[in-house]
């Protein structure tokens, strides 16, 4: 059975910092890239918004401007795991975070997937909520 599970998600004052972890089962890890994307509450008309991505071998990252700076995403496939450190967070960053996952292989190992809502992922977690107060 495929399974993203999304955790670290919590409360935190605004300037706090969070780690989101993403563990993985069910496929063969290290052939897939990994994208973060969040949605904040009442802008469900939104949609989900990426923020981060990361390349199946972890050599290459993608943020958005709204996070760069102040989140790095890693990953240890060795553990299966992807982790996004979230520093200086601001109320602005509250919401469900949700990783994905896309087969990526081959010769876009290195390269990180395209990060939008619109691009055809195939596996998807239940998501972490993050609230951080002002």
């Known amino acids: 059975e495929v399974q993203l599970v999304e955790s670290g998600g919590g409360l935190v004052q605004a300037g706090g910092s969070l780690t989101l972890s993403c563990a993985a089962s069910?496929?063969?890890?290290?052939?897939?890239?990994i994208a973060w994307f969040r949605q904040a509450p009442g802008k469900e008309r939104e949609g989900k918004l990426c923020?981060?991505?990361?390349?199946?071998?972890?050599?290459?990252?993608y943020y958005s401007d709204s996070v760069k700076g102040r989140f790095t995403l890693s990953r240890d496939n060795a553990e299966n795991t992807v982790f996004l450190r979230m520093n200086n967070l601001k109320p602005e960053d509250t919401a469900v975070y949700y990783c994905?996952?896309?087969?990526?292989?081959?010769?876009?190992?290195?390269?990180?997937?395209?990060?939008?809502?619109?691009?055809?992922?195939?596996?998807w977690g239940q998501g972490t909520r993050v609230t951080v107060s002002s």
């Open positions: 994905t996952a896309v087969y990526y292989s081959g010769g876009w190992y290195s390269r990180p997937p395209p990060c939008y809502a619109g691009f055809d992922y195939d596996y």
């Open positions: 069910g496929f063969t890890f290290g052939d897939y890239a």
């Open positions: 923020i981060s991505s990361i390349s199946s071998s972890g050599d290459g990252t």
